[in-house]
């Protein structure tokens, strides 16, 4: 494998702008359609060189990370040295990744042996197989962890092929991005403690070796995630995984939307449908309550109308009981035009109840002073037993004929009674 920044004729600091003008240099050069038949398969794989060293070295995180590893990538696999200067190989099936990192690795984006799905499907199943051999001998972890899987190491979601779900896609690139190996990288070791000639000397050497370990364990899983993202970066399956899923959960929200504004809308429905039955049953009952204040007044009237068409007395002394009976009633009735109120025996059986007529009315508790009347107030619109105030005779006539007063009326006389102290006189002028 040739360095990437070989390919195009650069030095490793060029800047952005050089790179792509000596990219569309090389790629118009190297071009099949500009060679001759026996040259163009010389020049497509060329071709195909130059495009892969442009596509690394134009990201800025897959620059970096082959800037990081370009040494390594160059040697192949050897890349873990010994203190001495030699060469210390990796155990046997060891996965190494540098050589995935190239656009020649595979021929075309299909299934067939050397196409994108299948390459990258033995890749990422090689490498899943020595973390599961690592994992069954790394004393990290723990007898716990192992009883949760029946000591058996976990799977990696597999690569799949060109025909793999959306769900299969996403899930595998979820996974190895966060990558993390089993491996010990004992390879990595810079001294053999064995040869340590003293304690002090050994501890040293095993405190530069986990150094050492743990160095070249992070730089593999780094560079597995590097793999993972170059390989996803040209995966023609997670763009329209990645479509299809947003699809799917659009409809989902869509649909979830739409029952919460249906249900919504029934209980919107509900309670309105609430709101007009409760007014109409209180239009009902103030309906019912003007009707029968209409039939009150109405029978007060015709007993007055029925008094003056009563027939005319036959002799004197019919006449005179008339008279007689007319001055009785003009007597008891006084100067006031407010009807005299006359109590029952029994008690009152319980009114209907009813909604409040909205009065013109000035209320006074039980613990206000009678002189919190209003100044023009007349005592003779004050209702000692329903504790009210009327602006009006008027007012105070339709008042007096109503069924609550009378109950608050008859109500006032038994608490008299009961106390002593009952006034005929004052419970006869409410």
Not at 104 to 129: P, S
Not at 134 to 156: H, V
Not at 271 to 288: A, D, N
Request: aromatic share 8%.
């Amino acid at each position: 494998m040739r360095c990437f920044y070989e390919v195009l004729g650069v030095p490793v600091d060029v800047d952005d702008d050089a790179l792509r003008k000596a990219y569309r240099k090389a790629a118009l050069k190297n071009h099949p359609d500009k060679h001759a038949i026996d040259e163009r398969q010389a020049a497509e794989e060329r071709f195909k060189e130059i495009n892969n060293a442009f596509e690394v070295l134009s990201d800025p995180s897959e620059r970096k990370w082959y800037d990081k590893h370009r040494t390594s990538i160059l040697r192949g696999s050897e890349r873990h040295q010994k203190g001495d200067g030699g060469q210390k190989e990796p155990p046997e099936g060891y996965v190494d990744v540098s050589r995935f990192f190239a656009r020649g690795c595979f021929t075309a984006f299909d299934d067939t042996n050397k196409g994108f799905y299948t390459v990258y499907a033995e890749c990422f199943a090689a490498i899943d197989e020595q973390e599961q051999r690592a994992w069954l001998y790394n004393e990290d972890i723990s007898e716990k962890a192992r009883a949760r899987t029946n000591n058996q190491p976990p799977e990696a979601p597999a690569f799949g092929r060109s025909d793999a779900s959306p769900e299969s896609v996403i899930n595998f690139y979820r996974h190895w991005q966060s990558f993390t190996t089993q491996l010990d990288f004992a390879w990595a070791d810079i001294y053999d403690t064995r040869t340590a000639p003293d304690r002090r000397t050994r501890r040293a050497a095993e405190e530069e070796n986990k150094k050492a370990r743990r160095r070249a364990r992070r730089e593999y899983a780094e560079s597995v995630e590097a793999l993972v993202l170059f390989v996803k970066k040209r995966d023609p399956r997670y763009e329209n995984a990645v479509a299809a899923i947003e699809e799917r959960e659009s409809a989902r929200a869509a649909e979830a939307k739409a029952r919460r504004d249906a249900e919504k809308a029934r209980r919107y429905a509900l309670m309105k449908e609430s709101l007009v039955v409760e007014e109409s049953e209180e239009e009902e009952s103030e309906e019912e309550e003007s009707e029968e204040e209409e039939s009150d007044d109405k029978n007060g009237v015709e007993e007055d109308v029925g008094a003056l068409d009563a027939p005319a007395p036959a002799n004197e002394a019919e006449a005179e009981a008339q008279a007689h009976a007319h001055a009785e009633a003009e007597a008891g009735d006084g100067a006031s035009n407010t009807p005299r109120v006359h109590f029952a025996e029994d008690t009152l059986p319980p009114a209907k109840p009813k909604k409040k007529k909205k009065e013109k009315v000035v209320l006074i508790d039980d613990d206000d002073d009678f002189d919190a009347a209003p100044a023009a107030a007349s005592t003779d619109l004050w209702c000692e037993a329903c504790r009210k105030w009327f602006k009006s005779e008027g007012a105070m006539a339709n008042h007096v004929r109503s069924k609550k007063h009378n109950q608050a009326v008859e109500a006032l006389r038994r608490r008299l009674e009961k106390e002593g102290l009952l006034d005929e006189d004052d419970v006869a002028s409410c």
